[in-house]
């Protein structure tokens, strides 16, 4: 069983927002900086967002920074990544990882592990 699972991936058009979901059950979310990925095919995979278990985001990457936005719902395990105005160069699939230890604010992007299975988003018209 692995410790994360993200799910609410897609096909939508662009323009059309979508808000993926991190999930877990099987460690305490909010003592660890959980952060979002995606790898689109031929590419590395890339660090777009964290959330520090402060509750304070940070952003890894410029393209995405005023178009997506990160939140935490520490009742529900839960870290989301709100995808507004996606656009076709989106279109990856994205994962969400966990700060390889106990952390105050957001590691650096290679110090995430605890990988889920990823969930696609393809936005395409």
């Known amino acids: 069983q692995l410790p994360l699972v993200e799910s609410g991936g897609g096909l939508v058009q662009p323009g059309e927002s979508l808000t993926l979901s991190c999930t877990t059950s099987?460690?305490?979310?909010?003592?660890?900086?959980i952060g979002w990925f995606r790898q689109a095919p031929g590419k590395e995979r890339e660090a777009l967002f964290c959330?520090?278990?402060?509750?304070?985001?940070?952003n890894y990457l410029g393209s995405v920074k005023d178009r997506f936005t990160i939140s935490r719902d520490n009742i529900k395990s839960t870290v989301y990544l709100h995808m507004n105005q996606p656009k076709t160069e989106d279109t990856a699939v994205y994962y969400c990882?966990?700060?390889?230890?106990?952390?105050?604010?957001?590691?650096?992007?290679?110090?995430?592990?605890?990988w889920g299975p990823g969930t696609q988003v393809t936005v395409s018209s």
């Open positions: 990882g966990k700060s390889l230890r106990r952390i105050i604010g957001c590691p650096l992007p290679r110090e995430f592990g605890s």
């Open positions: 099987q460690f305490i979310m909010d003592q660890y900086a």
């Open positions: 959330m520090a278990n402060s509750g304070v985001p940070t």
